[in-house]
């Protein structure tokens, strides 16, 4: 039950457009269609964006989009705004029937 | 609307126990897959265990296999994850999920938390 790979951080300026990846195996993310993306800001519960690897949850900005290829996941936030400034985790249901996080990436807003 | 709402956190010494509830309104419970995730402080988020929607399966990470239990009382609208020879690595903010749809699809709502601190 090893967690996904995520860069620890990634940063991008008012207007740009930044990609975050989500590694796993063929065992999890690569395997099926159920990988998710979370956003978390400081002190807040975590907030679904995306689920079933492209679709976007309800109320969710269209300028965040994700996509899946082989065993790596990504989500890309388009037109970066400051309240993009957040944590970001993927997760994946695994072949063993359990589910797995990323381990975060700190989104800064230069 | 849709609220969970997580209780029974607390201080416990290494070795002891704590039951945690989680208290669901808004939507029909017993038609959901339901999960405990866990946050250490300043850490990231790692699933804890799942039930279906009978209670027929359960899954669990690793690290609490043997020690954890999750439950669920449809009749109550409850989830419930017993925590038994807790050790320090166990402290962490315990958020109560549902997922989005009737499969596992993405949690969808997340309860607000409740913190279990494992010290001596």
């Known amino acids: 039950q090893s967690a996904l790979t995520q860069p620890a951080s990634v940063s991008g300026s008012p207007g740009q457009s930044i990609t975050i990846s989500c590694t796993g195996t063929?065992?999890?993310?690569?395997?099926?269609?159920?990988v998710s993306w979370f956003q978390q800001h400081p002190g807040k519960a975590p907030k679904l964006i995306i689920y079933?690897?492209?679709n976007r949850s309800s109320g969710v900005s269209n300028r965040f989009s994700a996509s899946k290829s082989g065993n790596t996941a990504s989500l890309t936030i388009s037109g970066l705004q400051a309240e993009d400034e957040a944590d970001y985790y993927c997760?994946?249901?695994?072949?063993?029937?359990?589910?797995?996080f990323g381990g975060g990436t700190k989104v800064t807003v230069l | 609307e849709v609220q969970l709402v997580e209780s029974g956190g607390g201080l416990v010494q290494p070795g002891g126990s704590l039951r945690l509830s989680c208290v669901a309104s808004?939507?029909?419970?017993?038609?959901?897959?339901m999960n405990w995730v866990r946050q250490a402080p300043g850490k990231g988020l790692e699933w804890v265990a799942n039930i279906q929607q009978d209670g027929s399966e359960k899954y669990y990470v690793d690290s609490v296999k043997g020690r954890f239990t999750i439950s669920r009382d449809n009749a109550k609208n409850s989830l419930y994850l017993q925590m038994n020879n807790l050790r320090a690595e166990d402290t962490a903010v315990y958020y109560c999920t549902r997922e989005m749809y009737y499969y596992i699809s993405g949690m969808g709502y997340w309860g607000q938390g409740t913190l279990v601190t494992v010290s001596s």
């Open positions: 063929n065992s999890d993310a690569g395997g099926y269609k159920y």
């Open positions: 808004g939507f029909t419970f017993s038609s959901y897959w």
């Open positions: 079933d690897v492209t």
């Open positions: 997760s994946s249901y695994t072949s063993s029937s359990t589910l797995v």
